[in-house]
């Protein structure tokens, strides 16, 4: 990316030959000793991820511009604070079907289309055969990664209790991850201190040791079988309790799903069983990998003791890519084309994200924030030509140039 200053003049939030502009040009170098910064406990973390407030993050050495650091966070704080009044009006105007029925239908649409899927991978035809990998590898990844994520942050139902049990079935029995620390890297680390060195700046994504094509087109079949072993390391995290029940559900789920390999869909032996498996979870993986990093990668980043608040950190850090039929079934509108509103209100549920992008977009637009958007295709060439400097060496900390 070019050393210079961001340039307030240009138009924010459109594509630009290529690349995403509404975003401020780098300046300077990274700080290395900031990768091992840990994440700060305490409650302010996950109040500022997940709630309503409005005021500084915890950990923030705001900088801004201009000679009068406190009124330009006053006036930041302003901004957010009217935004979340906006779309509290929308959220309260809105029915439960809106807020949660809708992702609710979708997921339990998923689990019907189950017996198909295993039904059709019985037939010895192809096109039947081909069907029923399809119709798991989706349903696999709309309940892995859908659900999962919603459940992650209590966006599928406003009571604490069954949030908890739809977390322990999606993000354990169904992913193969712990609960514990799911939440933790990603509710208060990664939206907490999104595109923050060495905290929430989408590092854990980066295997600089692979080269382009490898990490982009061939790597992403190993996520089936990365993702359990990863969680089966950070075990040792957590308390004996929680680890004994994620091995129980671990365990559960892979059971499942291989038994009824053997006994719906009639394969005959143990091992084509767990090549499909693998086939099946890792049909959308590469999606996977790609979105995890178009929407972070690239954008600014910034010092733990140097970034701006809330309002700014959320549309300078954050892309949203178009509307996919098939990623938004999947995935979900918030991990699509409302990343930007996923971060900004991380409770909301994906309809509910959709339903608020119209007023995100023309708020920040209003008053001259980025809202940063950018095709899938455009992403993976940036990502192509400029692996080495996105994905191998440490980003450069942004200075906070043209932001008022």
Known sequence: MPLEDWDPARPRGRQVNGEVSGTPRLRGAGD????????????????????????????????????????????????????????????????????????????????????AGFLCLRSAQAIPFLVGVLTLGVVHHTLTVKG????????LTESKS???????????????????????????????YTNVIGLGDSSTWKLPFLNRYVYMFIA?????????????????????????????????GFYCHYWLLLHVSGFQSPWSALLCMLLTRSLLAHPYIHVNIFQHIGLPMFAADRKPKRIHLMSLGVLNLPRNALLDWSFGHSLISCHVEHHLFPSLSDNMCLKIKP????????KKLPYNEDTYSSRLRLFLQRYEEL????????ELVGIQ
């Open 32 to 115: 290395p000793s900031l990768r091992g910064t840990t994440a700060p406990g305490g409650s302010r973390t996950e109040v500022m991820a997940e709630g309503w407030e409005t005021g500084p993050a915890m950990g923030d050495g705001d900088v801004t511009p201009g000679g009068a650091p406190q009124r330009a966070g006053q006036h930041e704080e302003a901004l957010m604070t009217e935004l979340s009044e906006l779309v509290q009006k929308v959220v309260k105007s809105s029915s439960w079907w809106e807020r949660h029925g809708v992702d609710i239908s979708i997921l339990a649409c998923s689990f019907l289309l189950l017996p």
């Open 148 to 155: 999962s994520h919603l459940a992650s942050h209590n966006a």
């Open 162 to 192: 069954w949030s908890k049990v739809w977390a322990i079935f999606f993000i354990e029995l169904c992913s193969a991850f712990t609960v514990e620390q799911a939440t933790y890297n990603h509710v208060k680390i990664h939206h907490g």
């Open 220 to 252: 992403p079949l190993a996520v089936p079988i990365l993702t359990p072993l990863v969680a089966l390391d950070l075990l040792r995290n957590v308390e004996w309790k929680a680890a004994l029940r994620t091995l129980c559900c671990m365990f559960l």
């Open 359 to 366: 007023i995100v977009s023309q708020y920040l637009k209003q």
């Open 391 to 398: 994905m191998v060496h440490a980003p450069p900390i942004t």
